[in-house]
Structures are given as C-alpha cells and as structure tokens.
C-alpha cells in the first residue's frame, strides 16, 4: 500500500510535486470529491485468507463520490470521468455506461472525512463494475508510474509483472479521498491518494521447504526504501505465532504491535536495508554531459579524493570523436570552493572532420578530501545524412571506443609519478620522459588505478532523412533563379517590343483563301517588319560611328515614325 | 547637415558600445547567422588558445582563419585582452565611417565579434580606394580580403576595370579595353594584387613554417566540411547530398560563385563600380558560408544606385522576403535545437527565402540598372501612334 498525500500541490498554480499530476488534473476537471478504482484478477477466498487489506470485487470496480452539483451535471462527469481513468490506466473503463450505472444508497458512505454539519448526498454518488475486465501488466506500468519513485526504487522494485500475474489473486487499486490535514483539530482537510496491490502467493507449495523470502516471492531483492518516502514500512502478520507451527522470522523485525486482533511484526525498510553498503574507495570519478539543446554542451566530471591526508596525482585521459567540437580554451578545473586548479601538463590533439578524434590528456593534483570538477564545453557537429546510423534518434555513445576514458595514476611521491608518464608516453612523445630520467633514483610505484567512467549518450541534431530528393531540387531550383535571370539580363538585349505575330495571324497569312485583307494586312505588316530592319540597321551604324554616346534623338523619333 | 551626421554617428557608436558591454555578446557570438565557422569569434579564441599552449590551431578541424589574424588576436590576447571588444568597435566603427553606422545586421555582428567585420573593412576601403585611383592601397586591401576569405579574389576584375578607366579618363582617350593604356593599367592592378597576395601567403608561411593553414582555411571554404547551419544555400544541400555525387556538386556551386564575373563585366563595362556591387550581392549569397554580416557592406552600398530605384520591379516583395527570413530564422532555429518541435526544413525554407530575396535583389538592380540605360539612350517615353506607352522587353 502506498499513500501519497496531497498538501504538496496546488492546483491554482497547477504546481505538483509528489501527489501524481494526472490524478489531480482528473479530480480537478470533473469536481470529484472521492474516487476509489480496483482492478482485480481472481477471487478473494475469505474462508482460506481470512479478510483482506481492501476488498475489491472480480474484474474492475469504480464508485466516486461528485462534490455536490445538479444530476444532470453529475452524469456528465462520471461518463466523462469514466473515459480518463479508461485512457490513464489503460483499462476499458469506458464499457461503463448508463446501463450499467447505479446510484447505491445504502451501501455506500464517503470513506473520507466529511465535515460535521454535512450530510452527505446520496445522489452525488455513481458506482459501477466491469466484472470480465482482464488485468495485466498494461494496467500495471500506468499505476506504477503514479507512485512517487515510479518502479526506480523502493518496495515498488519488487512489483515484477512475471511474479505477480503467475499468482493466485492479485488486485490493484487507487483511492483517492479527504483526510485531515491535522489531528486532532481537523480544521483543513487534503486529498490523500492511496495506492494499494494485493497479491495471494503460495510460496511453499512447489518448494518443497517451507522456507520463503523476498528474493524467492518477488524474484528481486529489497535494496532500499524510496528515498522520497516518509515511511517505508514491511509489516508480518503474526497473529497465528501461538497456534500455529513453528517458525521464525530472520531477520528479526523492527518491533512487533499486539492488539485484540492480532500481532503484527513490523520492519523499517531503511533500517534495514542500511548495512551492507560499501563505503566508496579513496578515489572514484563520475562523468556527465551537461547542457540543453542541440547545439552545444559541455562535459564535466567530478573526480572525488577521499582520502583525508594525501594528495593524488592523476592523469586525466578524454578521447571524444571529431563530431564533439572540443573547445580548448573553455576547460576549467575547479575544486569544490571555486579556486582553479592548474594542470601540471596538458596535451591536447585537435580532431580532423572525419579523420580522427580529439585527444586530452591532463596531469594535475587532487589536494586531500576534495571534489575536483573537470568540465570542458563542446559544439555537436552536423554530420551528413549518411554518416548517421539507422537509429539516429538515440544518439551517439561517446567514448565507448577508445580502452580508456579515463585512468588514474596513484604515486607515493612526485618521483614516480614521472616515471609513469614516462612510461605511458615512451610510444609517442619520447623527449618528455627527460623529466623521469631526472627523477629515476626513485623507481617506487606503490599503485597504479585505471578508473573508468559512464560512457555518455549525446543526441546529435538530425536533417529530415527522407528529405534528400527535395533538398537537391529546391536548391537547384534557387541556383537556377540566379543562374536564369543573370543570363537572360547579359545575353539579350531591351529594346521596345514589337508586335508578336500570334498564330493566327500566321495560319491566316500561309492559307491564302482566308480573304484578300487579312493578306493585305499581312504584306503590310511584312513591309512595316522591313522598314523597321532597315530603320535599326540605320541606327546602328550610326551608333557604330558615334562610339557609346548611343542613339540620337532623330532615331528615336525615326522609330516612333516607322511604327 | 552635419546634426544627423553627428547623431547618427553617436547613436551608431553607443549602441555598439551598450551591446559590446552587455552579456548578450556571448549568445550572439553562438548565432548562426551572424558567426559561421569562418568568423566565428568562438573559433578565433580557441585557435588563439592552442597557439598559446603550443599546439598548432590548423592541425585540427577546429580553425579556419587565416594566420596573420590569428597572430594579430593572439598579440592583443597577450599584451591586453580586455581591448578586444574595443578593437571590434574600432574596426566596424571605421567601416562604418566608410558606409554605414546604423545597420542593425553590422551592429550585430560587430557584436558578436565576428571576424567578417574585418572582411568588410577591407572590402569598403577596397571599394573607397578603388574610387580614388589608389591602386597600389586598393590592391593591398583588396589581397587582404581576399587573404581572409579568398572569395573576393574576384573583385579583382571590377577594381583593375574601374583603375583603368580612371586612367583612360585622365588621358583624355575614348574608352576601350583593348587599348594600350588600359591593358597596361590592368595588367598593373593585377600583379600588384598578386605581389601582396603572395606577400601575404609568404608571410604566413614563415610564422608557421607549414602550409597547412591553407588546408585549414581555403580548403575549408572549398570543400564544406562543416556542414553547421548558416544562411546560405551550401549546408542541407551537401547534409542531404549523395555520396558519389558530392564531388561534383561542390566543383558546380563553388565554380557558380564565381562565373558571373565575366558576364557582367562584359555586359556593364561602363560602370566597373556596378559591377563589384553586383559581385558583393553575389559573393553574400553564393559562397560557402555567408552570414548577415556579410550583407551590410552591399546594404550601405545600395542607396548610390537609388537613381535606377525607379526602374525596380520587386521592392515591396524583396524586402519583405528579406524581413521575414531574418526575423522567423532564429525562431525557427531554436524549435529545431532547442525545443525539438520542429525540424532541419523549416529552417532550411527560411535560408531558401533569404537567398532567393538577394537574388531577386541583384537580379532586379541589374535590370533596372539595363533600364535605366535604355531610358538615357532612347528618351523617357516612347509613345505609340494610339497614345499608349511603349513597353520596353529583352529580347
């Protein structure tokens, strides 16, 4: 069972932190004062496993309590309230309908607080049931996704679908319902949404033993509470302890409350999951992409000395591939009160588009207990259509390629410390071991640790991949303007249109029984073409004599004559 | 006459000194369109960088600036850092005396601290030196523009045409490119052009003692490696480009932006100047990594045509094309990158549209320009027999 209360959100400011945002939005919209849903596989036997946490009918149930508003509005929200929950938990809710609606009377109370001078409205409230609804692991991963640390951690780790619909009975419920904000002057109430699953397991029976354990129900370990949760509680009926056989409970529980109706042995997860972690080595590191959007980003890496009195010497390695555009001069390395740290030697290869990847190699010291921050900044390159893999979407692995990220080299002293980068650069850069030979006196290497880090995912940004056919024409297209009209504007030449002779004119004129005057028009208009000829030839000789001062004003009178 | 001059000047230098000092300097030195990866001041910082620890900034992919700059930015890096924004604003602020003092694209970009700025100074005192017959000057400016970014090596022509004809003009001859003076006065301009430029090449040479910033820097404005969106037309055409067909394409673009030289030196041989307008438009649009900074030295340039404004056929549509591109790029941008609701296309129409409106623009003036030409030749109007004005077509 998990609990959530709701004094964490406000609705006003649609603010929510742990109360589920898609369950405050449906009680919001459709003015629902109480909800309770239970999605059920199998039947409760009351007469083998006595009275269960929450009963709940086979298949699935909804009852809801509206906040007090005429019927006819009343139906509207529960048909509409119907369809959300149905899209929500992946149900088919939405086979409720007015013919399978009731208005119970009797039955059924607000199980949540009411306020002293308010007697509840029986007509406020709508119940209805689905008996042949299947449950299954659809109805299971939305209801998951409502609690607080989805299936991450805490006890909800050990809900595995496998398990838990291999079982006898199981049901998953959700009640939403007002409760006090205070006890036990109850002056304000909140909304507190209870998460509940039931599930009937027989351990023992295929055993062979009667032993069963976490591990052997859930087929998952209890690593730890939620950290988010208040209180996180596994709770042991031992009501049966004197009647019953034998047995003992390992490990002994957190404390153990009798009443008349029972005992039970309760146990704190957190208490109990709390030994057995190991405490982190001297050094470790983690590293991380830092940045939104897909333009540029940043990686940093957070590299921790615990050791409390020395010093250590490291060598930082990064190899990333030439779409990573590493910025040199944006490196920082800070300790964790802002001072920069400044490397002891640096060597960095710049990337070739397509050719190779960026290599940095740094050498610096991590004074003791420090967190020292390395971060460097970086453009994402755009890569050609081809160069992406088929899943493009996921992104790129970064340094997953190169043996190391990362190592780290742990000296007693300076001394060795060179004679380690000495060793480590024998292959490449020779003239550097000079520095070791100077210090070879000291040839004590205690230890030497190769700490790898996380390799990153970094999204790239993507072209439309089907778009290469539309690309080349609309460019060319473009081209083709420029090329086009630059051409045209040097190849010919203005001048004052003519008249066109339109096609008509030239069947008219080739078919001669088309009547005497078109012909005549056309011998005209032929004389007129000769004129004209003989006008410009005119001019331009006369433009050939007079050299670039052009046409004289009695040409242009001459051609406005001809015409 | 003088009040706007000085208002202008004013108002120009303070808003380039309030957005200099601001912290937007950072994220517009990140914007695409105003720093490609030939300009951009975040390359630069870096290559001064590797430089300082030793490490040669053209043995990566990472820097693509010529190295004389590099070496005069790793110079003030070295003696006083903090005058590196004053430097920006003298520089743009001296082109701006040149041309143009309130263009937003140059304030932009002088603040992102783009090294295109340094290109169009060079080019606007090409242009200016040009003008006055200053050819040795005019040569040097010009070698050093086309040294950092070796398109305007084809401004070359419309200089040593208009150099030639100052002469001819000077000696009373007619004009006629074939004549001896103009032949020898265009020779001159050309070598003198080639003597600085292989001043500079060697120059560059001797600092590093290798050749390979010209990989770096001519090989990558070549072959567009870095295929970084930007405003121009090269970056999803060669994203999206087939393999075997790459090759040919880049020889086909990168050979375009440099064809039109001869026909319009050809056909607007009178007016050499129009000519290296006509190729600034060309050169913003047609190599490989433009940017808006790119565009402001043809922006201030336009209103010495304005006498063939009235020949214009697309203003309205030019410049609306023009305002929408520039204003919905960046938005578009950030819900590719950013937001990841939108996709490369729609980025991708709007540097399409921001193309075709400087191609409708230079295709236009040079036809107004024809027109305009036509008009002198043949009078205003001509009118035919019914009255009605006669239309004047290319054929």
Redesign the interface.
């Known amino acids: 069972m998990f609990a959530v209360l709701g004094d964490s959100f406000h609705v006003a400011c649609q603010h929510y932190d742990l109360f589920p945002k898609a369950v405050g939005q449906i009680i919001e919209s459709h003015d629902v004062k109480e909800l309770h849903l239970s999605l059920t596989q199998g039947l409760w036997r009351h007469d083998k496993w006595g009275y269960p946490v929450r009963s709940s009918p086979p298949g699935a149930e909804l009852w809801a309590w509206f906040n007090e508003t005429p019927a006819r509005s009343i139906d509207e929200s529960w048909a509409n309230l119907v369809n959300s929950l149905s899209g929500l938990f992946c149900a088919s809710l939405n086979f409720i309908d007015a013919t399978n609606t009731v208005v119970p009377n009797l039955s059924f109370r607000p199980s949540g607080v009411v306020r002293g001078d308010e007697r509840p409205d029986q007509d406020s409230v709508r119940y209805a049931s689905l008996p042949k609804e299947n449950v299954c692991t659809e109805n299971l991963t939305p209801w998951q996704k409502l609690l607080p640390c989805n299936s991450k951690a805490g006890l909800s780790t050990l809900l595995n679908a496998i398990r838990l619909y291999n079982a006898h009975y199981h049901t998953l419920t959700v009640d939403v319902q007002p409760v006090c904000q205070s006890y036990p002057a109850c002056t304000s109430t909140v909304l507190r949404l209870t998460q509940s699953i039931s599930v009937v397991f027989r351990p023992t029976l295929n055993a062979g033993h009667q032993q069963w354990s976490l591990q052997s129900l859930f087929d998952r370990p209890l690593k730890g509470p939620c950290p988010l949760a208040v209180k996180s509680y596994i709770h042991v009926d031992i009501s049966n302890e004197s009647i019953s056989l034998d047995y003992t409970l390992n490990p002994p529980p957190s404390k153990v409350t009798s009443d008349d109706h029972g005992k039970v042995a309760s146990y704190d997860v957190a208490e109990m999951t709390q030994g057995g972690k190991a405490n982190p080595p001297t050094l470790h590191a983690h590293r991380f992409i830092a940045g939104y959007g897909q333009e540029n980003g940043g990686i940093t890496c957070m590299i921790y000395n615990n050791d409390i009195s020395n010093a250590v010497d490291v060598v930082y390695m990064e190899t990333l591939p030439w779409y990573v555009r590493l910025y040199l001069h944006t490196m920082k390395i800070k300790t964790e009160n802002g001072t920069d740290v400044k490397p002891d030697m640096l060597r960095f290869v710049p990337g070739r588009d397509r050719g190779r990847p960026y290599l940095l190699e740094l050498m610096f010291t991590l004074p003791p207990a420090s967190v020292i921050t390395f971060s460097i900044q970086f453009d994402r390159a755009f890569l050609k259509w081809t160069e992406y893999p088929p899943d493009a979407n996921i992104g790129f692995y970064l340094g997953i390629s190169i043996q190391k990220h990362m190592f780290i080299v742990k000296v007693c002293s300076h001394q060795c410390q060179f004679t380690i980068f000495c060793q480590f650069y024998n292959s490449t850069a020779a003239p550097r071991c000079i520095l070791a030979i100077k210090f070879k006196q000291f040839p004590r290497v205690e230890q030497f640790i190769r700490i790898y880090t996380e390799p990153l995912l970094l999204q790239l940004p993507l072209p439309d991949f089907s778009m290469p056919y539309n690309v080349i024409c609309l460019v060319c297209t473009v081209f083709a303007i420029a090329f086009g009209s630059i051409h045209n504007l040097t190849t010919r030449r203005l001048d004052y249109e003519k008249k066109k002779e339109t096609i008509w004119m030239k069947v008219k004129r080739r078919i001669p029984f088309l009547g005497k005057k078109e012909k005549k028009d056309s011998k005209e208009s032929k004389e007129e073409k000769k004129e004209d000829g003989r006008a410009r030839d005119a001019s331009s000789t006369n433009e050939d004599a007079t050299g670039d001062a052009g046409r004289t004003k009695e040409d242009v009178a001459k051609g406005t004559k001809v015409d | 006459m003088a009040a706007p001059i000085i208002l202008t000047t004013v108002l120009g230098t303070l808003a380039r000194i309030i957005i200099l000092g601001s912290r937007y300097t950072q994220t517009l030195a ?1 914007r695409i369109e105003l720093s490609t990866p030939v300009t951009s001041w ?1 390359l630069m ?2 290559g ?3 430089l300082d ?1 030793g ?1 040669s ?1 053209y ?5 693509h600036q010529p190295p004389l700059l590099l070496y005069l930015f790793f110079v003030i890096h070295k003696t006083a850092p903090s005058l590196i924004p004053l430097v920006f604003l003298f520089l743009d602020l001296t082109t701006a005396f040149l041309l143009y003092l309130l263009n937003p694209f140059s304030i932009l970009t002088c603040a992102a601290q783009s090294t295109s700025i340094i290109n169009n100074l060079m080019i606007a005192s090409t242009f200016l030196l040009t003008l006055k017959g200053q050819r040795i000057s005019a040569t040097l400016t010009l070698a050093l523009a086309s040294y950092q970014s070796l398109y305007p090596v084809m401004l070359i022509v419309p200089s040593a045409m208009h150099l030639a004809f100052l002469k001819m003009q000077e000696r009373k001859e ?2 006629s490119y074939s004549s001896r003076t103009a032949v020898s006065a265009i020779l001159f301009t050309v070598g003198s052009f080639l003597i600085w430029y292989f001043i500079l090449l060697g120059v560059s040479y001797t600092m590093l003692e290798s050749w390979d910033f010209v990989r770096s820097t001519y090989g990558f404005t070549l072959s567009v ?5 930007n405003l121009g ?1 090269f ?9 075997h067909f790459r090759i040919f394409f880049l020889w086909v ?1 990168q050979v ?1 932006a440099f064809i ?1 030289t001869l ?2 030196a ?2 607007l041989w ?1 007016c050499p100047s129009f000519v290296f307008f006509c190729q600034l438009i ?1 050169m913003a ?2 190599k490989s990594y433009p940017s808006l900074g790119d565009t402001t030295v043809y922006f201030a340039l336009l209103p010495v045509w304005s006498h063939a404004f009235h020949y214009l056929r697309n203003g309205l549509v030019i410049s609306v094309m023009i305002v929408i591109s520039v204003v919905l790029a960046p938005v578009l941008w950030h819900l ?3 937001a ?1 609701s939108a ?3 729609f980025l ?1 129409a709007f540097t ?1 549209i921001y ?2 409106a400087q ?2 623009l ?2 236009d003036l ?2 107004a320009f ?2 305009r030409s ?1 008009s ?4 205003m109007k ?4 019914d009255g009605t004005e ?6």
Request: without cysteine; hydrophobic residues 50%.
């Open positions: 990140d975040k910082t870096e001064v960088f590797l620890h490490i900034p043995e990566g992919d990472n820097f007619t004009i490696t870095d295929l970084k969106p037309l970056w999803y055409y060669f994203m999206e480009m087939f393999e673009f375009h039109y026909p319009l050809i056909v009178k060309l649009v047609f590719w990158i950013y990841g996709n490369a296309n991708f399409l193309s075709t191609i409708f230079v295709t040079i036809f024809l027109r036509f002198l030749q043949h009078g001509a009118l035919k027999p006669k239309l004047v077509k290319l054929q």
